[in-house]
């Protein structure tokens, strides 16, 4: 069970190009997540959706799209990258959207915008 | 809106000493209580946590008691190991959803 993977592991992108961040599950969990890592910042949360057909915004939505249409995949738009992107970008899954349901992170993806 | 704050930067305990890592949080709700820990190329996985007030989440010999007086819930171990090296999250989700809102996390660094 490969559990969570994101596409791609790293990528240098030019500004204002379209970049789609790809995060599939196989647990079968009904909530994801999609998280940017910053120094000195921690982790915060994007977009999130409880199940396949919803999506809701999180703390830094802005530049962001998300789409839901199954529940193993839930990809990651940035329609028209800009400099302050530059980050690390954590898919997460949940099986539930109670806040006892542990969330497992995958392994990343490291994009840098210039 | 709920945050969770982590004050110290790096933590640079010897090992086998105590290590604390501190956090406290800020909600009007009644929140569940994690700590992450990430290891250098990975993605964060869950610690322990603590679902209510007066749990204590425990694992490998670290403990975090959710202390809803002072709103805090502090990381500790009585003895460090190198291996115990990694940054270390401390978390919160309330009590209505699942998004969990991260502090700035600690890195500890253990020196052997």
């Known amino acids: 069970i490969a559990g969570i993977t994101q596409a791609p592991t790293s990528q240098i992108l030019a500004a204002g190009r379209r970049m789609t961040l790809r995060c599939t599950q196989d647990?079968?969990?009904?909530?994801m997540y999609w998280y940017r890592q910053d120094l000195g910042l921690g982790l915060r949360l994007i977009h999130y959706?409880?199940?396949?057909?919803?999506?809701g915004k999180g703390e830094v939505p802005d530049g962001y799209s998300v789409s839901r249409a199954n529940t193993d995949d839930f990809p990651l738009t940035l329609a028209s990258a800009v400099p302050s992107q530059t980050s690390v970008y954590f898919c997460?899954?949940?099986?539930?959207?109670?806040?006892?349901?542990?969330?497992?992170f995958g392994p990343g993806t490291r994009l840098t915008v210039l | 809106g709920d945050s969770v704050v982590q004050t110290e930067g790096q933590v640079l305990p010897s090992e086998g000493d105590s290590l604390i890592v501190n956090c406290s949080y800020e909600t009007t709700q009644y929140p569940s209580l994690f700590w992450y820990v990430q290891y250098p190329g990975e993605g964060p996985q869950l610690h322990l946590k603590?679902?209510?007030?007066?749990d204590k989440g425990r694992n490998k010999g670290f403990e975090a008691m959710y202390r809803k007086e002072t709103t805090s819930f502090h990381l500790e171990k009585d003895s460090v190991q190198e291996s115990d090296s990694a940054v270390y999250f401390c978390?919160?989700?309330?009590?209505?959803?699942?998004?969990?809102?991260f502090g700035k996390g600690n890195q500890v660094v253990v020196i052997p």
């Open positions: 978390a919160l989700s309330d009590e209505w959803n699942n998004r969990l809102a």
């Open positions: 603590a679902m209510k007030a007066n």
């Open positions: 959706s409880n199940t396949a057909g919803t999506t």
């Open positions: 647990m079968r969990h009904n909530a």
């Open positions: 997460a899954s949940s099986e539930g959207q109670g806040n006892t349901d542990t969330q497992y």
